[in-house]
């Protein structure tokens, strides 16, 4: 065979790792996956396609049964991608024995916040001590959740080392020869769910391990299923490197929502802005407005950053100003909705009001931080009698934060609405139609961009 990895001729490396590099290289690895939901699941699907052993595991057991059977529960993994990878030996598990016999294994488990911004990284705990009884020799354990620096040196290798039950230990810096080692590396997910401009594979993997051979090792692992990966020096940079992407998003939202606000007091169409300078072939990127920020990433992550600063002493000022700004705007919708319902005589108070689009963003069916959540009960403490229509959300149950309990009513007699509120684009929806339908049409994302009614406010 011939090997692209220069360690793989590293003599010097114990036998154990070189056999898992070779399986590795060669595709015939054993892959755990740790996490079967937006991140994990996607994930194990690509490897299972390009012939790895994948096992999935989940603590979640309608997950593991749904998969067992064959079943899908995230709209874009279809069924048959499932029953494919079922056929090509993937298995989903809430076994953790099984982890013993892995080559490597990747954790994809949630990364909120706490009540008070603060990071939970409870689940990130929980896998950790899940993994280490079962640790072997030679294996790789990749993080891939989205967390601050110097989270996988100071909480995961800590854990995997106090926790397995044979001694070993991370590979890195000091760490002698003779010694029996793991190696850890992190690997953050870069997805853009309903993008489908760009294949998820074509998307470079940044990868940086505790120190060379571990960054090697995860490196090969993902060439198998990403046409590039991306070797960084440390774990610490691969997860800053995250936090960069997403804090640049988060930031430059709450910077077009805020001249999205001004440019409506001063009667300048914000979008028509953004196309204009979006023609400048340099320096310029743009970012869109709308009723706030959702998805379990842009609202979440750079407070992870915000709160690891304080211990250096640092105030991440631009974090906390994009949040203020961000999260002010569903206050802002709502009270468009009241002058567009006070031009046409109506209070709030008693008002039928119809959101389309619960999704935080447009063709998915994730409701995770959506704005139209806090938009709907804003609403709803206004008085007004609200219910919603999203073509990918058919129910709203209790979540962490709202107990909404509502299904999705049938797109029809919208004149029986006072308000139809576009929160979410979805390009299901012919919104021309929706306008004439309508009685008042509040749109929040220049939906009915081209469509000419005084019926339409746009904000
Ligand atoms: N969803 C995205 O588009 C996206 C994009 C980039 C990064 N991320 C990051 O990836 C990570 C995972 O996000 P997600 O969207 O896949 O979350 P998710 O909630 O969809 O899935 C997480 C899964 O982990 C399982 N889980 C929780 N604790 C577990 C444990 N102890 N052992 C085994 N399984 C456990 C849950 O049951 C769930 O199935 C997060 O850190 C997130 O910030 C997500």
Redesign the pocket.
């Known amino acids: 065979m011939i090997c692209a990895s220069p360690l793989l001729e590293n003599t010097s490396l114990p036998i154990s790792t070189q056999k898992r590099l070779e399986r590795l290289e060669n595709h015939t690895a054993k892959v755990g996956v ?7 699941l996607p994930l194990s699907m690509l490897l299972a396609e390009a012939g790895f052993k994948v096992t999935g ?4 057991m309608t ?1 593991v049964e749904d998969l067992t059977a064959g079943r899908t529960y995230i709209r874009r993994i279809p069924q048959e991608e499932i029953q494919c990878a079922l056929g090509r030996g993937f298995k989903a598990t809430n076994d953790f024995a099984h982890i013993s016999d892995m080559d490597a294994v990747i954790m ?4 909120p916040l706490r009540e008070h911004r603060e990071p939970d990284l409870s ?1 990130v705990e ?2 950790s001590r ?1 993994i280490a009884p079962w640790l072997r020799e030679g294996q790789l354990v990749i993080l ?4 601050y620096p110097g989270t996988t040196e100071e909480l995961v290798i800590p854990i995997l080392e106090a926790e397995n039950l044979r001694g070993l230990k991370a590979q890195g810096p000091g760490v002698p020869e003779e010694q029996e080692v793991f190696y850890v590396a992190f690997s ?4 853009d ?1 309903g993008n489908d401009t760009i294949a998820r594979r074509d998307i470079p993997k940044v990868v940086g391990g505790h120190e060379a051979i571990a960054t090697e090792m995860a490196a090969v692992l993902y060439e198998g299923i990403f046409t590039r990966a991306v070797r960084v020096s440390s774990t610490r940079v691969a997860e800053m490197t ?1 936090l960069l992407e997403n804090i640049y998003r988060c930031v430059n939202i709450a910077l077009v929502n805020e001249l999205k606000l001004l440019s409506l007091k001063m009667d300048v169409d914000i979008w028509e802005v953004i196309d204009a300078a979006a023609t400048k072939p340099f320096g310029f990127h743009p970012f869109f407005p709308g009723p706030g920020l959702g ?3 842009i609202p ?2 750079p407070f992870y950053l915000s709160w690891k600063a304080k211990e250096f002493d640092f105030n991440l000022r631009f974090i906390e100003l994009a949040g203020e700004v961000n999260e002010a705007m569903p206050g802002h919708v709502v009270n468009y909705v009241a002058e567009g319902l006070n031009k046409h005589n109506k209070a709030m108070n008693g008002a039928k009001v119809l959101m389309l689009g619960m999704a935080y963003k447009r063709d998915i069916d ?1 409701l995770r931080e959506s704005p139209s959540l806090r938009t709907m009960e804003l609403l709803r403490e206004r008085g007004c009698d609200v219910v919603y229509n999203d073509p990918y959300v058919p129910m709203v149950g209790k979540g962490r934060k709202y107990n909404l309990n509502m299904r999705s009513t049938p797109l029809e007699n919208l004149d029986q609405y006072d308000c139809v509120l576009i929160m979410t684009d979805h390009s299901d929806y012919d919104y021309k139609q929706i306008v004439e339908s309508s009685v008042l049409v509040v749109d929040t994302r220049n939906a009915t961009k081209g469509i000419r009614s005084r019926k339409i406010v746009r904000c």
């Open positions: 740790i996490g079967l939901g937006y991140v994990g595991f989940d603590i979640d997950k994809c488990v949630p990364t689940f929980e896998t899940s891939e959740s989205t967390t953050p997910e870069r997805e769910p995250k998805g379990h990433c979440i992550d994730d």
